[in-house]
């Protein structure tokens, strides 16, 4: 597998290297830092995986997405960034992009993201989710993301936080975090208590 990394800073695309670079199944990952280099790559590439970021300086990393279909070129490409603005995310969604992920986002989860999209699926950050289907606080269920959602059933089921860190591929220390959320909006005390009202919910 192949995969381009579009980022007018360096760091951040060194950061994105090293967080993927876990993968076995990656035989080369390489770098751009505009749509000029990214669109050269693309065409002569061919990666199967393209990260982009939203706004590389004053330029639209959309039009990376825009451009590649226009030349029929096929990779599945994940938007890496920090704006959380509706407009982008739709924007994003009309070019039917495979994921949309912020990059305050932990780099467990955008590790699973990576894992998902890889598989053919999509993946969208949870808090997006909100511009789509609405932000009903009719339940405390619907301020949990997607992930804490996860980690809630499986305190349901009594889980430690290290059974949940296998089964969701993260660290016991992002699980913590997790449940420490979890707990702060759900107004509850004990892990115990979230189990409880989870099984009560059927979450």
Request: hydrophobic residues 40%.
């Amino acid at each position: 597998m192949r995969v381009l990394v579009v980022d007018d800073h360096p760091l951040v695309r060194k950061g994105v290297v090293s967080a993927i670079s876990f993968d076995s199944g990656i035989k080369d990952i390489y770098e751009a830092s505009n749509i000029s280099e990214a669109m050269s790559k693309l065409i002569s590439i061919n990666p199967d995986v393209t990260v982009i970021d939203l706004y590389l300086g004053k330029e639209d990393g959309l039009e990376i997405v825009s451009q590649a279909k226009i030349n029929n070129v096929i990779s599945r490409f994940i938007i890496f960034t920090s704006s959380s603005k509706k407009s982008d995310f739709d924007r994003a969604r009309e070019l039917n992009v495979d994921g949309y992920i912020l990059k305050d986002a932990f780099m467990e989860d955008f590790i699973y993201a990576f894992k998902v999209i890889n598989r053919g699926k999509k993946y969208y950050d949870p808090t997006l989710m909100e511009y789509k289907y609405g932000n009903n606080k009719n339940s405390s269920l619907d301020e949990l993301t997607e992930r804490e959602m996860e980690v809630l059933k499986e305190l349901s089921l009594g889980c430690s936080n290290f059974q949940i860190a296998q089964t969701l591929y993260i660290s016991e220390n992002t699980v913590k975090k997790h449940v420490s959320s979890i707990l702060n909006k759900l107004g509850l005390n004990h892990r115990t208590e979230a189990a409880l009202f989870a099984l009560k919910m059927s979450c």
